[in-house]
């Protein structure tokens, strides 16, 4: 360990600037190039191929009808930096310590968040009630009549009528004519 730290480009956490894997939202961290370096905001920097954002995004629109503001706030951003106007999580409220985890990668998640941050997996406002499939373990919507992985078809569990069952009645006590 060497004492430095440096910023999680996906969660803004403190890091080891050796680190490979975020901590906090368990970002591989070889996927971005993060130097020590603090880039000068308020500058256009090229890429790593040398062409500038505004040569990127021309290359993306050339022969489509966008909205050219779009690209503008795009532009923005890379080039000053967000503002907290950009920060669309700044007005959320996180109850402390709810979190939940990742079904799909693990990452320890606010409990209002709806996108991962880790793997960008979208939450459902709802449960959605799922079950296991027997034969090959795959979680299965409750609604579905097949297995998505292996094609599997499940059997609708009909209403099971209860059997009529007769019940015996004590017979009426006949009265006989007193002699």
Not at 129 to 154: K, M
Request: net charge negative; proline share 7%.
């Amino acid at each position: 360990m060497s004492g430095e730290t440096k910023l999680c480009p996906v969660c803004d956490s403190a890091i080891e600037a050796d680190a490979r894997r975020c901590p906090e939202c368990n970002t591989d961290l070889s996927l971005f190039d993060v130097s020590d370096a603090v880039p000068d905001v308020g500058k256009a920097r090229p890429s790593k191929n040398g062409k500038s954002i505004d040569e990127i995004l021309n290359s993306i629109v050339k022969g489509k009808d966008v909205q050219s503001d779009f690209f503008e706030d795009i532009k923005t951003i890379a080039t000053n930096g967000s503002s907290a106007d950009d920060d669309i999580l700044a007005d959320a409220e996180v109850e402390a310590g709810v979190e939940f985890e990742c079904p799909n990668c693990g990452t320890r998640v606010a409990g209002n968040a709806k996108v991962c941050p880790g793997c960008g997996a979208e939450f459902a406002e709802e449960a959605v009630e799922q079950f296991e499939c027997p034969l090959c373990n795959a979680i299965v919507d409750v609604n579905a009549t097949s297995c998505p992985n292996c094609g599997v078809a499940f059997a609708e569990d009909e209403p099971s009528e209860a059997p009529a069952v007769a019940v015996a009645t004590p017979a009426a006590p006949t009265r006989r004519p007193a002699e």
